[in-house]
């Protein structure tokens, strides 16, 4: 059984800060990559960050220069500190991971958080 839960959303100004992390739990016998998507009313759902245990990222253009993804592997979580926020940022951020389950072989499979809001506003 695999988890992940988001939290640090909320609401800020335009040109605020926030940090959201997203911790797994569960059998998980490893991690490949995790990150973040977004997704705002009307529509698709995007990659914003992504990180793999290695260390090598990838930023969606929108936000590359603002945003900061990293990662504890010691203890599954994954960071997205968001700096300059625009209006454009708001919508519900949910966490994403690659995970091979302990006892499931060596696939790895897709697992979602719940998500959480991020509203940028005056």
């Known amino acids: 059984q695999v988890q992940l839960v988001e939290s640090g959303g909320g609401l800020v100004q335009p040109g605020g800060s926030l940090r959201l992390s997203c911790a797994a739990s569960g059998s998980i016998f490893r991690i490949n990559a995790m990150g973040w998507y977004r997704q705002a009313p009307g529509k698709e759902r995007e990659l914003v960050a992504a990180?793999?245990?290695?260390?090598?990222?990838n930023y969606a253009d929108s936000v590359k220069g603002r945003f900061t993804i990293s990662r504890d592997n010691a203890k599954k979580t994954v960071y997205l500190q968001m700096s300059s926020l625009k209006p454009e940022d708001t919508a519900v951020y949910y966490c994403?991971?690659?995970?091979?389950?302990?006892?499931?072989?060596?696939?790895?499979?897709?697992?979602w958080g719940q998500g959480t809001q991020v509203t940028v506003s005056s």
């Open positions: 990180i793999t245990i290695g260390g090598s990222t």
């Open positions: 994403n991971a690659d995970v091979v389950p302990s006892g499931m072989g060596l696939v790895g499979w897709d697992y």
